[in-house]
């Protein structure tokens, strides 16, 4: 097996060279699959999976826009439509200054196992910009967002792809892209998820993939009889994620002790609670990208230039980017009492801290964990084509419900022994199934 796996990832790597966060995300998949595909031959006689690692089209293009000073701005935008099987193209655009075209591959390729998983009719999809939001006013991020949606109006749409939020692009972001859209398609559809309350917007987007994650864990929990309640857990990031995720750990009796961003890590012993929370979005709005202001705030110690994860904690959840927990990182967590670490950043642990923590300890990837955001992106178009809205008490049970679904996939192909759950290999398998038999029926396209 891993033979079959190395042959394949050879091909992988030598038709996306330097690909790095690609390569990681499709061999992790690949491992988990690889096996499922000895054992069903007709995925292995349609080539699925030499199809599925190959997007079904790559849009690259200029982005030019001018600052307050009156100077040239070139960035550059992508849209990376992965794969349409079982509907439109969906998912996030990352504006980042890291962003690249391995890191949308990786993000866009996740994406499609992920949607599957929901339940709901998406294809995966991932888009974005090495835009720097850092320092900008609020007028610069709109002159950008107009001239990114002023070439990539033309590739998208409500039945075709329908981008949203993700680092960088949140409710401000996707308000000046849709006001575009709008415009030069003079037409009022849901292109776009993550819009305003008042605008074909969903009641719980916002707070969608930290509750989501937290429904997550708390299933992982019921499965080991334990609960949330009295836990310490540790997160990273401040921005939409972690700010959600903080809400309903709070809400369940959790305690939230750290925070971080790209300039370090905040430690609040009493708990990020209450007005603290709402802070965050202050943080975010201000387009400072640091934690350290909650530190000066709060009045709490703030841990310059280095990861939350050396703080003991129940549960470590990182909320910010990829690759942001090694494996060093996962022993030391361990060590100190750690018992369950749910990734819900995407590819948030390298390749072998996720090994690590699957063997060791409960660990779920973010493919699972994360999956309520989109999910509710997905009620967000069911709503904006019935043109309805529906409660928040309505969509929040319809996310509980579609994490336990996700969570029993999981559990479905990912059971390796009495009571031990692969999540990486559950979640997978039960992603790939569905969209490779939509694959299968819909012929060589
Ligand atoms: O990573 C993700 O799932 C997202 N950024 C959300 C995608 C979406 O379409 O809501």
Redesign the pocket.
Known sequence: MEETVKAFMDKVIERNPGEKEFHQAVQEVVESIMPYIEKNPKYKKAKILERIVEPERTIMFRVPWVDDKGEIQVNRGYRVEFNSAIGPY?????FHPSVTLSILKF?GF??IF??SLTGLP?GG??GGSDFNARGKSDMEIMRFCQSFMMELFRHVGPNTD??????G?GGREIGYLFGMYKKLRNEFTGVL??KGINWGGSLI?PE??GYGAVYFVQEMLENKNETLKGKIVTLSGFGNVAWGAALKLNQLGAKVVTLSGPDGYIYDKDGVKGEKIDYLLEMRASNNDRVEDYAKKYKVPFYSGKRPWEVKCDIAMPCATQNEMDENDVKNLIKKGCMLIAEVS?MGCTASAAKLATEKILFAP??AV??G??????L?MTQNSMRISWTSEEIDKQLHHIMKTIHDSCVKYGLVQKEKIDYIKGANIAGFVKVADAMLDQGIV
């Open positions: 969906k998912g996030g655009l990352r993000l996740e994406q992920k949607n998406m999809g991932k329908v981008p949203a939020g993700d680092i692009v998820t993550g987007r969608a993939t995407n973010g493919k994360n999956a955001g989109v999910a509710v992106s997905g967000e």
